[in-house]
């Protein structure tokens, strides 16, 4: 059924499971500052890195929903594990009856067009969900723009809740940051350069770096998915129109407020306001 939705221009909004896609939302803002953003963290069903293909395509089109409602025209789906597995279903069979104009992208794609100027050896790896890495989006992806580049990947199922439980600097966290950059690199010794492939990686970039061998290039994704999306609206002004432009950022949680607030606060260095909304 279609729903009703406001023509008026909006906001473009963010999506990913928790926090992680703040690290995308952050690169973007200082790109495009001028534009208005809504941010909408699925905390309360974090991680979605461990679920199946029907449980996040179903949670994504709830969000996506949402965000629509409230106004946006264009969202970013700053979650790799919400691209792998629900950002074509969505384009192609929810999109038509929502509002055929509105649009939803992915971070895949963006980070993938890019990868073929990064490495030299062309063999590279991926850190990833374990939906990620099941998906193959990462490969596919990759074969069809650069059909030589050799790629590995490997599942980091216990970063995510690292960082959703406020650990990416604790003690604890060495053991795992160090044994899924190991199995990665013990997979092709010819790896020279590695994509974060999960929006959340980049906050444990600090022990990353630790753990990851000199000559190694490591690639996080925000400033690439930025860059994408400014291209993007140069290239469709028709869509460009539908973003209002005043600088604001509004935040969105299915947890707590105050539990959303206390993390995300530390990690953009403000205190920000935070809004519960219910996904269904
Ligand atoms: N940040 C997300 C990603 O880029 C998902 C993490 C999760 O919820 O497992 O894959």
Redesign the pocket.
């Known amino acids: 059924m279609r729903q009703t939705l406001s023509t008026a221009p909006g906001p473009i909004g963010v999506f ?3 926090y ?2 703040l690290t995308i939302l952050s690169k973007i803002r200082e790109v495009l500052p001028q534009y208005d953003y809504i941010y909408l963290g699925d905390n309360a069903r ?4 461990t679920r199946s293909f029907e449980v996040v395509y179903e949670f994504t089109r709830q969000a996506v929903s949402k965000l629509f409602e409230m106004g946006c025209h264009l969202v970013i789906l700053a ?3 919400a691209s792998a597995k629900a950002l074509r279903s969505i384009q192609i069979n929810n999109l038509p009856q929502i509002d055929p104009q509105r649009r939803v992208l992915g971070v895949i794609r963006p980070t993938v067009e890019c990868i073929g100027n990064i490495t030299h050896s062309r063999h590279i790896g991926v850190l ?2 374990v939906g ?1 890495i099941k998906s193959e989006s990462y490969p596919l992806e990759i074969h069809k723009l650069f059909p030589d580049i050799i790629v590995n990947g490997e599942a980091c199922p216990l970063w ?1 809740p690292l960082v959703e439980n406020n650990e990416a600097n604790s003690d604890g966290a060495d053991y795992f940051i160090e044994k899924y950059i190991n199995e990665l690199l013990s997979k092709d010794n010819q790896i020279d350069t590695v994509i974060l492939g ?3 990686y980049p906050l444990l970039l600090p022990k990353i770096k630790q753990y990851m061998p000199a000559g190694i290039t490591t690639v996080a994704q925000g400033e690439l998915v930025a860059n994408s999306l400014k291209d993007y609206l140069l290239r469709h002004p028709e869509i460009d129109a539908k973003c209002t432009k005043k600088g604001n950022c509004t935040y969105c949680t299915t947890e707590a407020e105050a539990k959303f607030s206390e993390s995300a606060s530390a990690f953009l260095n403000k205190i920000i306001d935070v809004q519960h909304i219910a996904l269904e």
């Open positions: 990913d499971s928790g992680g896609g974090t991680p979605y890195g979650c790799n594990t990833a969900t990620t995510v999960c929006t959340h």
